[in-house]
Every structure is written in C-alpha cells, then in structure tokens.
C-alpha cells in the first residue's frame, strides 16, 4: 500500500506538531536540527544512549510525512552485498543450465541477460535511490557505531553524491535523494568526514517534565500518581552508578508493566520484582533491589511531595 505523501514542515513549530502527531515529544532543538535537516536536504546525525529515542524519530518522519522507511541495520562485518545489492546466483545459473539446454551458444547476450535487473537483488542503500511515487523514502541507517570503519568509509561515498556503481548495469543514481537519518549509540566514534556531511544532534535523556509527558501519551491507562513516580523514580536512578542507565524505552516498558499489574504507587517489593523489566544487567539488578530500591522511592515521595 502507498502512503499518502505530505509536505514538509515550513518552520520549527511545524516540525514540533508533526512530531507531536504521532506522541513524539521533541524538544526545540532536536525539532530545530531535523527542520533544517529536512530544508537543506542534509542527512541527520544522531548519537545518544541506547533507547532515548533516536530510531524513533525515523519512524515517525516517515509515518507523519507518508514515506516509505527503508532501514539498514548495522553491525560488525556489513558489507556491500547486504547493504547494497548482490546478485540472485542461483537463479543466474538455472537461467544458464535453461539456455544451453535450449541451444544458446551466444555468450554475449547470455551475460547480458543474467545479469539483468531481474536477476538483482536490492539491498536498502540501492532501495532508497529508487523513485518512489509517495516521494523520496526516509533511509534509517541504524547504529552505524556497530559497523566496520571500511564499510563507513563506502557509505561516505553514497551519501556524497546519494548514486552507486553496479559495475554489470551502470550508475544508479538518485532523482530526489531520500530523507537520511542515521544513528549511533556512540560505542566507537564515527569518523569526522561522515560526521561533515550531516547535521548532528544529540539525543540525550529528557528532563522530568518531557518524560512524564512521554509516559502519559504512550502508557495511556496509567495512574497519575504512578506516573509521576515512575518517572522521577528512573530520573534518580539515572544518577546511580549503573552499567547501563534506562532510557525512555525502557521507562516506557517499566510504566507499561506496573500498570498491567495494577499497581497503583511503588513499593520496595514491586519495584525489587519488575526491575528486570527496567534495567538489562545482573550487577545493576542486584545493587538496586531491596534496601537501596526502598531509599529511592522514599526519595521520590518525598520529593514530590516537596513539588506539591
């Protein structure tokens, strides 16, 4: 099915209400760098901790806008013939065993033939150069931090001039190049001259005030009262000395949680038995539960109540 192609948005507060439309709760700076992203036909570089909401943003740009999302997904030992394309071989040799067993001797045209487009495989880079009828796609190349520097190196090249060479068919090359945004979780650095090429945000944890907004329009049936401790019970554990902090994913996933429990304010015990749900690593688990879980929610009471 073709989406319905939109405009784009014609100043920072546009941008602001279209991320808005699909419970996106951007801040102004993040809204400023993806409108002018988006006028310049720039790509969009963001780094930040694992689950704030970077790939999010791809995906609401194409939902909000009517494109279509094409999503490379990053990691060790991408290459060419999964990014790109490669060739359908199997095929191409049944179509040869096909020719010579009905008398083809022309060598010629029978490479010519097997190596036809109908015989290519197309990877998401070679996808989002196509023409697209509901407009140019929103390409995610995701956590490109996880990918090898040579294939970074490549994607310099493609992001240069948005066209590949397939050395069989010739150049393809964009008409309208794709709406980009690439992410990294910034577990390696990426090199400056990709980092040139694109307008760069940084997607950091929100402040209390945004993430409460975020866990009322994503965890709709949520309590007030929980709502309100569940985020400043993640804003303070955020300060603790964690391996792996939570990000609004897994704030939005905890909320999700405690509420198909039932759960109506945070206890020790509730918190001690769902932290699974909220934090990825044993250590961490382990350093939160009981006691310490007890004096973070007697800090959050407390400091709510303060706020009242």
């Not at 991408?78 to 095929?91: F, P, Q, R, T």
């Not at 140019?136 to 294939?151: S, T």
């Not at 997607?203 to 329009?217: M, S, W």
């Given at each position: 099915m073709t989406p319905t192609p939109r405009s784009l948005p014609v100043s920072i507060d546009a941008t602001l209400d279209l991320l808005a439309a699909a419970d996106y709760l951007a801040d102004r700076s993040l809204a400023t760098v993806l409108f002018l992203a988006l006028k310049m036909g720039r790509p969009l570089f963001l780094e930040g901790e694992a689950g704030v909401g970077k790939t999010e943003i791809a995906k609401v740009l194409a939902s909000t806008l009517g494109r279509?999302?094409?999503?490379?997904?990053?990691?060790?030992?991408?290459?060419?013939?999964?990014?790109?394309?490669?060739?359908?071989?199997?095929?191409q040799m049944i179509a040869i065993r096909v020719a010579e067993a009905e008398g083809a001797h022309d060598r010629e045209r029978l490479e010519h033939?097997?190596?036809?487009?109908?015989?290519?495989?197309?990877?998401?880079?070679?996808?989002?150069?196509?023409?697209?009828?509901?407009?140019?796609?929103?390409?995610?190349?995701?956590?490109?931090?996880?990918?090898?520097?040579?294939?970074?190196?490549?994607?310099?090249?493609?992001?240069?001039?948005?066209?590949?060479?397939?050395p069989e068919l010739g150049t393809v090359k964009a008409a309208q190049p794709p709406i980009v945004?690439?992410?990294?979780?910034?577990?390696?650095?990426?090199?400056?001259?990709?980092?040139?090429?694109?307008?760069?945000?940084?997607?950091?944890?929100?402040?209390?005030?945004?993430?409460?907004?975020?866990?009322?329009?994503?965890?709709?049936?949520?309590?007030?009262?929980?709502?309100?401790?569940?985020?400043?019970?993640?804003?303070?554990?955020?300060?603790?000395?964690?391996?792996?902090?939570?990000?609004?994913?897994?704030?939005?996933?905890?909320?999700?949680?405690?509420?198909?429990?039932?759960?109506?304010?945070?206890?020790?015990?509730?918190?001690?038995?769902?932290?699974?749900?909220?934090?990825?690593?044993?250590d961490d688990i382990a350093r939160i539960e009981g006691t310490k879980a007890k004096e973070l929610i007697d800090e959050v009471r407390a400091d709510l109540r303060a706020a009242e």
């Open positions: 279509h999302l094409i999503r490379l997904q990053c990691y060790e030992g991408l290459d060419v013939s999964a990014a790109v394309y490669e060739w359908n071989y199997a095929a033939d097997v190596f036809s487009e109908r015989f290519l495989i197309k990877r998401p880079l070679l996808q989002a150069l196509e023409p697209d009828p509901a407009g140019p796609p929103v390409l995610l190349i995701d956590e490109l931090d996880r990918a090898d520097e040579a294939f970074e190196a490549f994607l310099l090249e493609v992001l240069a001039d948005f066209q590949v060479t397939i945004v690439i992410t990294s979780n910034r577990t390696r650095e990426i090199h400056d001259a990709l980092k040139r090429r694109c307008l760069y945000h940084w997607v950091g944890y929100p402040v209390a005030e945004r993430e409460l907004k975020i866990v009322r329009a994503k965890v709709p049936g949520i309590g007030k009262i929980l709502s309100e401790q569940v985020v400043h019970f993640v804003q303070a554990l955020r300060k603790e000395d964690l391996f792996k902090a939570p990000g609004v994913a897994e704030t939005l996933d905890w909320a999700a949680a405690l509420a198909e429990l039932d759960v109506a304010t945070l206890d020790p015990s509730t918190v001690s038995d769902t932290l699974g749900v909220l934090l990825k690593y044993q």
